[in-house]
């Protein structure tokens, strides 16, 4: 009779268990939103017009656009907060050196003039800033274009005295004579024009292309477990450089462009010239190995130099490992 009932027990177990299989459903969780960081510069600032024309949920892949400044958006990356981050090819290698390596699957642009050295009054070129002071965020890229513009007229460092001064902090040394010259970016670029009479840009990145390189850095681990979401990612932003770039949408863009910075249309047109925006056959030139500034590769190992000689850190890297054009090969072709 036990055995019997034993027995009973352990088919009603049985029973229950097979039942349980069948009626137990393991849900299915979306996938989590891919995180960006993005800040204000023209070439990240077009992710904005993804934002707002729904690109991404046409190609079916939910992204989370995080804005910040530039300087927390690279600290954010490097503590996991976000996926992936806009930031320039030099400061990509301090990341990686410093905090956490990243790879590069798409140029949003290269600083065609958005990138200045701007002198005070009196100051016409870079050969007059000998025996000047010029301040410059020290080891940042336009420490490097400064340099740059010294190499092109047959000058050096040691020609100049360099003043450390957190970027966004340049107009204001200007403007109290504590320097001659700065080093800017846009917008910090644009504020100083405006806020010191008679200043002008005396050397540009126009006058150095492919210097200062900007991308999409996506963490190692997220692109090795999302490729084809970061592959639809892609596909995007060359819609928007497309839509960008035709006449028939170009004034729309710039408007939501403008819009994200409360800055006026026709203002931001004009900034907008200063960031050379890569497409598809622009990403796939610029991303070919080559040793000048015409590759990112070539830019990438004076960067890489420059950042050795500067002790920012103490062993050169392997800029190629910083670079992934399949997915750029794959939907440009």
């Given at each position: 009779?036990?055995?019997?009932?034993?027995?009973?027990?352990?088919?009603?177990?049985?029973?229950?268990?097979?039942?349980?299989?069948?009626?137990?459903?393991?849900?299915?969780?979306?996938?989590?939103?891919?995180?960006?960081?993005?800040?204000?510069?023209?070439?990240?600032?077009?992710?904005?017009?993804?934002?707002?024309?729904?690109?991404?949920?046409?190609?079916?892949?939910?992204?989370?656009?995080?804005?910040?400044?530039?300087?927390?958006?690279?600290?954010?990356?490097?503590?996991g907060k976000i996926d992936a981050v806009n930031m320039t090819n030099g400061d990509a290698l301090v990341n990686g050196a410093t905090g956490k390596a990243s790879t590069a699957i798409l140029l949003t642009d290269y600083s065609n003039g958005n990138d200045m050295i701007i002198a005070g009054p009196g100051i016409e070129s870079i050969k007059d800033l000998k025996g000047k002071s010029v301040g410059v965020e020290l080891n940042f890229v336009d420490h490097l274009l400064l340099l740059k513009g010294l190499e092109a007229n047959g000058m050096t460092e040691a020609d100049v005295k360099l003043v450390n001064f957190p970027t966004n902090e340049t107009p204001q040394a200007l403007a109290s004579k504590g320097v001659d010259a700065i080093g800017a970016w846009y917008p910090v670029a644009g504020q100083a024009l405006k806020q010191v009479a008679g200043s002008k840009p005396i050397y540009t990145s126009k006058d150095a292309p492919g210097l200062i390189y900007d991308a999409l850095y996506v963490s190692r681990e997220s692109l090795a477990s999302r490729r084809d979401d970061w592959k639809k990612v892609t596909a995007v932003w060359l819609k928007t450089v497309a839509f960008i770039k035709d006449p028939a949408t170009k004034d729309e863009a710039i408007k939501i462009m403008a819009?994200?910075?409360?800055?006026?249309?026709?203002?931001?047109?004009?900034?907008?010239?200063?960031?050379?925006?890569?497409?598809?056959?622009?990403?796939?030139?610029?991303?070919?190995?080559g040793d000048g500034l015409d590759s990112v590769v070539g830019s990438s190992k004076i960067v890489d130099d420059f950042n050795v000689k500067n002790k920012v850190y103490e062993t050169p890297q392997e800029v190629q490992s910083y670079l992934d054009d399949t997915l750029m090969k794959e939907v440009a072709k």
């Open positions: 009779m036990k055995r019997q009932i034993v027995g009973a027990l352990r088919s009603l177990a049985v029973a229950f268990s097979v039942a349980a299989s069948f009626s137990v459903v393991t849900p299915v969780t979306a996938a989590e939103p891919l995180k960006i960081g993005y800040s204000d510069w023209p070439g990240w600032i077009a992710w904005e017009v993804a934002i707002q024309k729904d690109f991404f949920k046409e190609v079916g892949v939910d992204v989370k656009f995080e804005w910040m400044e530039y300087v927390p958006s690279m600290e954010a990356f490097s503590a819009a994200r910075v409360s800055v006026p249309p026709e203002e931001y047109a004009k900034s907008l010239e200063g960031t050379f925006l890569l497409d598809g056959p622009g990403n796939l030139k610029h991303m070919a190995a």
